[in-house]
């Protein structure tokens, strides 16, 4: 059996990212005021982009761990109804780096088998439970793993589209703001 929650299923990726997008103009007016006139706007968009991108995950698939345990495992069995049989629990665990919350987010581009697998601690872990069949846990793990990294890059494709909108948006926020300091700031002498 294989182990973990499915990923990349619970909420949708494009409606985080576009509730990203519609928190720009929010975040441009609570971060430039009028000490900022004296910047550029490419200056001042190049201090917000960092903070404004979402960034795609990176998992280093060339260094997984691997741990392999004897385990009791309760199978059934149509004879006698739920036995219990030695078994094996076998995990592999990848480095991630990246916004842990995207393993949790549906790309656009999806099929109906997401991985399944879980995520703590800087790392993605996929395994399998059961009988000791090299050949058929071998084959479920690599099945997992060509999933996670289909997954993987529809995610990135839509993450990294969002990035790359980022600079544009955000200058026409920055212009937008600056207009209204300017405005703002003629009422000083009233």
């Known amino acids: 059996m ?3 929650s499915p990923l990349f299923w619970k909420a949708s990726l494009s409606d985080y990212l576009r509730a990203q997008l519609s928190g720009i103009e929010n975040h441009v007016r609570n971060n430039m005021n009028a000490a900022h006139l004296d910047r550029s706007d490419d200056e001042i968009v190049t201090s917000m982009l960092d903070h404004a991108r979402v960034g795609s995950i990176t998992v280093d698939f060339e260094n997984p761990d691997r741990t392999v345990k004897e ?3 309760a199978v059934r069995d149509h ?4 036995v219990t049989i030695d078994g094996v629990a076998v995990i592999k665990s990848f480095q991630f780096s990246g916004h842990q919350a995207l393993f949790d987010l549906r790309p656009s581009t999806y099929d109906s088998a ?6 703590s601690q800087g790392r993605v872990m996929i395994g399998y439970e059961g009988r000791n069949v090299p050949d058929e846990i071998k084959s479920a793990i690599a099945d997992q793993e060509a999933q996670l990294k289909k997954y993987l890059e529809w995610s990135k494709a839509e993450v990294d589209a969002h990035d790359q909108s ?6 026409a926020a920055v ?3 600056r207009q209204a300091l ?6 000083n002498d009233f």
């Open 2 to 4: 294989i182990l973990g």
């Open 71 to 73: 385990k009791q495992i």
């Open 79 to 82: 004879f006698s109804g739920t």
């Open 114 to 119: 997401p991985p399944r697998g879980t995520v």
């Open 166 to 171: 980022l600079p544009r948006l955000l200058k």
């Open 175 to 177: 212009e937008k703001r």
């Open 182 to 187: 300017i405005e703002l700031s003629k009422l």
